[in-house]
């Protein structure tokens, strides 16, 4: 075993061990027999009783019991093993709270989900699954917990607060965008920590006032930045044409964020200046998972990307009804994804067919190193974030990598700037490529294989499949 498998498997044993710690607790509380006294007066001291001896409060222990007892046989399982940690187990059987019709799948699904993300981005993988699964309860779920929107103040030690807000994640992603945009019109030479550029740009914007740059040129030109005048920051949402004209229920996608349901996505989308990418795809749709080899060839941008425009509502729109049926090219990514992480060693049955550079040739712009602006859209949607395993960088802050290599003295016969050959890495990971030490390849439906100095493997999908 490497060092890395040492470190796994105490990890796994350590949340084996909180989970003993957790189920012990319940048992001997709910099980302990209450004789002549009052059983909620009894649940009440035993409750008192483990907090003392296990140097928890009471909140933890009932916490413990609730989402103990709330959580499905074979979630419960996964936590036993060592599978989940505490806080994606609470936050699987928080999110099960409301569910109906589960089934095996749908409970395999989610469990697979929880455990292939990282911490932070156990909700966002949980969501996007029981989006997919019920679209419908998906949007009232929402709908109930934007109702607890709130804000909430902390007084520190030592003269400091906190401020925290809760709420949609389109909201809370529209004033993260703006703070970290005013927080990037500082010079590079400013002599403020990151967190601290980023607190002082959040009270720029929430009171309507000037940034102020701290470095030494007194005519910087971002001396005096007047955050009420920036423009508005870019955002992304992903919604299929069928959603946008309210004949469909599938979710759209807040890249960076996750699902949002389709009546709002259709809201986001209707009071945004959109910029229409129409890019070509050639797929057989058919089970691919019987050929040795299979192939979807997506073409660059094929239309004008810079037309922009504000909708107008299509006849006929409708804003909470509609098919929620996954087309099968979206089904067959799935598929693939899922069978991938099961079976590793089949990475070559999805292998993507090398273009005939004689037969074929490119169009221009696949032999200029930079993409184009109308690209790099299309690489965003579809890649929320660096592709490399567990990283959350947003892709709009990576680096666009030539999965093969581009050939700079040789353009046609080195990897083509075009979708199928580019892929999101941040600087960190895309340092890592570049120095061989993980490796890259483009498999079928843009799913990216990857390995690491080791020889273990790990699939990342597009977005929406993803996370």
């Known amino acids: 075993m ?12 350590a949340y084996a061990a909180h989970a003993a710690t957790v189920r012990g607790a319940v048992a001997y509380i709910t099980e302990s027999p209450t004789g002549r006294h009052d059983a909620d007066a009894v649940e009440r001291a035993l409750v008192s009783e483990v907090a003392a001896r296990l140097k928890v409060s009471r909140r933890t222990v009932l916490d413990w019991i609730g989402t103990y007892c709330a959580a499905p046989p074979a979630v419960r399982d996964a936590f036993h093993s060592g599978l989940l940690p505490w806080a994606a187990f609470r936050s699987l059987c928080r999110a099960l709270a409301g569910t109906t019709h589960r089934d095996e799948r749908l409970l395999g699904r989610l469990i697979d989900a929880a455990c292939g993300a990282t911490p932070g981005a156990v909700p966002a993988a949980i969501d996007g699954v029981l989006a997919e699964y019920d679209a419908a309860w998906h949007r009232k779920a929402r709908e109930a917990a934007t109702a607890e929107r709130g804000m909430t103040v902390r007084r520190l030690p030592r003269g ?8 949609p994640a389109e909201m809370i992603a529209d004033m993260s965008r703006r703070v970290t945009d005013a927080a990037r019109r500082l010079c590079g030479t400013d002599s403020r920590p990151l967190p601290a550029r980023l607190f002082d740009a959040a ?4 009171t309507r006032s000037a940034l ?3 470095c030494p040129d007194p005519t910087c030109p971002h001396r005096d930045v007047d955050t009420a005048a920036l423009p508005i920051p870019r955002a992304c949402i992903v ?3 069928a959603t946008a004209a309210g004949l469909s229920g599938e979710p759209g996608h807040l890249l960076g964020w996750g699902p949002v349901p389709a009546d709002t996505a259709r809201r986001i989308a209707a009071d945004a200046t959109w910029q229409a990418v129409i890019t070509e795809a050639t797929t ?9 080899s299979s192939r979807a060839d997506y073409s660059s941008p094929v239309a004008n990307p810079h037309r922009r425009g504000r909708p107008r509502p299509l006849p006929g729109w409708v804003p909470n009804v509609g098919s929620t049926a996954r087309s099968t090219a979206w089904t067959a990514m799935r598929t693939a994804v899922d069978f991938l992480r099961a079976h590793p060693d089949q990475e070559d049955r999805f292998r993507l067919l090398p273009p005939n550079r004689i037969a074929t040739p490119p169009p221009p712009s696949a032999l200029v190193y930079a993409p184009s602006a109308a690209l790099r859209a299309v690489v965003e949607a579809r890649y929320a974030t660096c592709v490399a395993p567990g ?8 680096d666009l990598d030539h999965v093969e290599p581009f050939d700079h003295d040789e353009p046609l016969l080195g990897g083509w700037t075009e979708l199928r ?4 890495l941040c600087r960190t990971h895309h340092n890592d490529k570049t120095a061989g030490l993980w490796t890259y390849r483009m498999l079928d439906h843009g799913i990216v294989a990857i390995r690491d100095p080791h020889g273990h493997r790990y699939f990342t999908a597009p977005d929406r499949l993803d996370r």
Request: charged residues 20%; negative net charge; proline residues 8%.
């Open 2 to 13: 490497t060092v890395i498998d040492d470190v796994l498997a105490s990890q796994r044993a």
């Open 160 to 167: 400091q607060a906190e401020l925290r807000l809760r709420g």
């Open 203 to 206: 009270h720029a914007v929430i």
């Open 212 to 214: 102020s740059c701290t």
């Open 239 to 241: 919604i299929d044409a």
């Open 284 to 292: 057989n749709p058919a089970a691919h998972l019987d050929r040795p």
């Open 391 to 398: 990283c959350l960088v947003p892709s709009s802050d990576c």
């Open 421 to 424: 050959n580019l892929e999101p």
